[in-house]
């Protein structure tokens, strides 16, 4: 871009910006938005305000070449809300970009692999974030972000915060877990985070490229020939929990869910009968066979 074109695309993307904000969005979607506006902009070494429909196409024939459709609905729906909100401009070529309707099941761990997989983690702190993942069922973001203030002995409950989609939730706290927890933190003593990062910093959590790096490895070492990363705990907690009759309706309370047909894509890995919530995930989290200095 010259000089002028690059004032003129610099003003809008602050406008891009502004409005993402305005419009409430979460840290991640105006991080994901604004991306697509930096990347068409360098394709195109161009201001995107000045983009043709023949422009648009070509840009997204090319974006599905290259990248993943999670990745080309986030550009559209980022440039979507640029012309829309910063350009005031209507968006007629739409249906030009239509993803494929595609449903797939995750790859899930049985209970014994779950239990094979945490006991051969070579380190005491993925071992545990491995435990919490899988016993809360939770996203990989929301266990590492987890602290000292947030764990409830006394009800057992773990208080979830500003978790996806902003919304906060309680999950049941299994009494392994809570030992596995204490224990951990003992090893660090920080003062307010659960899974600190090594590198001191008072605010830095535990890498997540760690973590899925420690899973890629005792996933190979234990060869289990499925697609498991650090997530698919918490897809194997909410199938596991349905066949011990957990009913859906609490696994989608646990899961933080805001539809149910979204944890209904557990059914088709299991049947659903009824039980009480703690029980099972206590029964849960005790039927594993972990070998590991917890001692639990």
């Known amino acids: 871009m010259n000089t002028h074109e690059q004032q003129r695309f610099d003003f809008l993307y602050e406008q891009h910006l502004t409005n993402l904000t305005l419009q409430g969005k979460r840290p991640a979607t105006i991080d994901a938005y604004s991306r697509a506006i930096r990347r068409i902009a360098t394709y195109f070494d161009c201001c995107p305000d000045t983009l043709t429909t023949d422009d648009l196409k070509r840009y997204f024939a090319d974006l599905i070449a290259s990248h993943s459709w999670s990745t080309v609905k986030l550009d559209r729906n980022g440039l979507q809300f640029f012309y829309f909100h910063v350009l005031n401009k209507s968006w007629q070529w739409l249906n030009i970009v239509k993803p494929p309707q595609v449903k797939h099941l995750p790859d899930i761990l049985t209970p014994c692999e779950v239990a094979i997989v945490i006991s051969l983690t070579r380190q005491l702190r993925y071992q545990v ?72 910093q008072p605010d830095s959590l535990m890498d997540r490229g760690g973590l899925q790096k420690a899973m890629k490895q005792v996933i190979f070492e234990c060869n289990i020939h499925k697609a498991i990363s650090p997530h698919s705990l918490r897809h194997s907690y909410a199938t596991h929990l349905l066949e011990q009759g957990l009913d859906l309706r609490s696994v989608q309370t646990l899961l933080g869910h805001h539809s149910l047909n979204t944890t209904a894509r557990y059914t088709r890995l299991t049947d659903i009968t009824r039980k009480n919530t703690c029980e099972a995930i206590n029964q849960l989290t005790n039927d594993l066979a972990l070998r590991w200095e917890c001692g639990l």
């Not at 987890?146 to 057992?156: E, F, N, P, S, Y």
């Open 129 to 200: 974030c491995f435990l919490t993942l899988y016993s809360m069922g939770l996203h990989l973001g929301e266990a590492i972000s987890l602290q000292v203030g947030d764990i409830d002995a006394g009800l057992m409950q773990v208080h979830i915060r500003d978790a996806k989609g902003g919304k906060d939730r309680l999950v049941p706290l299994p009494q392994r877990t809570l030992l596995a927890l204490r224990y951990y933190w003992r090893t660090h003593r920080h003062p307010r985070l659960l899974f600190p990062g090594k590198d001191n």
